[in-house]
C-alpha cells in the first residue's frame, strides 16, 4: 500500500542519499549541509531576513545566528541593516560566499548529473510544497534549473 507514510519514507531517503553524495564535495570546501543550504538560499542576492533565512534554511533562529557569527568571521556572507527598518538585518552573500557557491554548484551540477530529475519531477515537487505550505514561493526558491546549487 502507497500513501503519504511511503512518501515521507521515499522523500527522506531520497534526501539523506543526495547529501551523503554531496557531503563529499562539501567537505573538501570544509563547508557543512547547514553552510551550504544558507550559501544556496543567499545567492539569489537578495539578502534575506535571518526570520526568512532560518525557514528556508531549515535551521531554527539560535543555531542560524551562530552560523551566520561565523560566516561572516570567514567572510562567506555580511549583514546589513534593512533600508526600510533600520531595526531588521538582512543577510547577503559576500564575494567569497559567491565564489564558493560558484564553485561549489558546479562540482554539485557534475556529481549529480546522472540522476533522473527533470522539470516534470521538480515542478511537482514544487507543486507538493505549495500545498503543503501555503506561504511558500518554490519557482524562487528552487530557482528553476539549479534546484541542487
Known amino acids: 500500500m502507497r500513501g ?3 512518501l ?3 522523500l527522506t531517503r531520497a534526501e539523506r542519499l543526495l547529501g551523503r553524495r554531496l557531503a563529499t564535495i562539501l567537505e573538501a570546501e570544509r563547508c557543512s549541509m547547514d553552510d551550504w543550504r544558507v550559501v544556496s ?3 539569489d ?3 534575506h531576513f535571518m526570520t526568512e533565512l532560518s525557514d528556508l534554511a531549515f535551521l ?3 543555531s542560524l545566528t551562530r552560523l551566520i557569527d561565523h560566516l561572516v568571521e570567514e567572510n562567506v556572507v555580511y549583514r546589513r541593516g534593512d533600508d526600510v527598518d533600520r531595526r531588521r538585518i538582512r543577510v547577503h552573500l559576500a564575494a567569497r560566499g559567491r565564489r564558493l557557491h560558484d564553485r561549489v554548484g558546479e ?7 546522472d540522476l533522473p530529475v527533470d522539470d516534470e519531477l521538480l515542478d511537482r515537487l514544487a507543486e507538493l510544497i505549495t500545498v503543503l505550505d501555503q506561504k511558500v514561493a518554490p519557482v524562487s526558491i528552487l530557482q528553476r534549473g539549479k534546484a541542487l546549487t
Do not use: C, E, W
Not at 562540482?107 to 548529473?113: G, K, L, N
Open 4 to 6: 503519504s507514510t511511503d
Open 8 to 10: 515521507m519514507y521515499l
Open 41 to 43: 538560499v543567499l545567492a
Open 45 to 47: 542576492g537578495k539578502g
Open 60 to 62: 531554527p533562529p539560535g
Open 107 to 113: 562540482q554539485i551540477r557534475r556529481s549529480v548529473a
